[in-house]
Every structure is written in structure tokens, then in C-alpha cells.
């Protein structure tokens, strides 16, 4: 299954995307906003070009888990987004992303501009999304002091 994800700002949206299997994330783009219109007409192309089959859209939490005045912004988007493709749409919490970008990017030993931060950061949500996909199910716990004999 392949995803879409986005780190949407004011003036800027930062666009990831899977591989085929939905196990790795990468950037692809930042687009300028210039009207939801257009901003929908773009993501839609993205999503019809690469064949998306579920859009994840980085939710900006405070640090204590609580949403402020730009996660409003963000699920009102959403929902804008959502009434306009016939994909699903997840919501995924996006608090420090961008820092870790910037490490990414230090890590590599290399300056990426300011706009390219944007795109890493959609990697990084979408990463975090699809590491929480593929966890196995967890066997449910057993009684004290019994063992699981799988293990």
C-alpha cells in the first residue's frame, strides 16, 4: 500500500511518500501554498501520478499532547482535503519532527535549504505512521508466572 504524507504550513507543504510496499518513507517535494483550491488540485495530482491509497497529514500537538490554535488549522485542512479525494485520511501527531529532520540532515553531514526541511519532515511522519503499521500483535499477556511457549 502506498501513502502520501504532509506536513502543511503557512506558506509551504512539505509532501512525502512510501515505497510500494508501505514500509519506508522518503521526501518528494515542497510545494508554495497559494489557495486550498490549488493546494487540493496538487495533492490530488500526487495522489491519482503515484497511486496513494491513504494520505497522512501531520497533526502539530503542544508538548503535553494538547492541540492548539495550528492543529485546529490542520484538522479543519483535513477535513477540506478529505471531502475533495476518495482516499483515507489519518491525522498523525507531528511534535518535533522538524528538529529531527535538521538532525537528519546534520547527521549527513550536509546543509539542506529551508524548504527541503519541510519534505523531510513529511518523511518523518510518515515513517513513524508506517513503523506503528507494521508491529506485529502483541500476544496477550498471561497469568503471573506462566510462560508464552513460543518464546
Do not use: C
Amino acid at each position: 500500500m502506498r501513502h502520501l504524507a504532509l506536513d502543511p504550513g503557512d506558506r509551504r507543504i512539505g509532501v512525502a511518500i512510501s515505497d510500494v510496499s508501505g514500509l519506508v518513507a522518503r521526501p518528494l517535494e515542497v510545494f508554495s501554498r497559494r489557495s486550498r483550491a490549488h493546494d487540493h488540485d496538487h495533492i490530488r495530482a500526487l495522489i491519482s501520478e503515484h497511486k496513494i491509497e491513504r494520505l497522512v497529514i501531520g497533526l502539530p500537538l503542544n508538548m503535553d499532547g494538547s492541540e492548539g490554535h495550528q492543529a485546529g488549522w490542520v484538522r479543519d485542512y483535513a477535513a477540506a482535503l478529505q471531502a475533495t479525494i476518495d482516499i483515507p485520511t489519518v491525522l498523525w501527531d507531528e511534535r518535533l519532527t522538524t528538529h529531527e529532520a535538521e538532525g537528519i540532515a546534520r547527521a549527513q553531514g550536509r546543509a539542506i535549504a529551508k524548504d527541503w526541511i519541510d519534505a523531510v519532515a513529511a518523511a518523518v511522519i510518515l515513517q513513524s505512521y508506517l513503523d506503528t503499521q507494521a508491529l506485529p500483535a502483541m500476544p496477550p499477556p498471561l497469568p503471573d508466572g506462566e510462560r508464552n511457549p513460543s518464546i
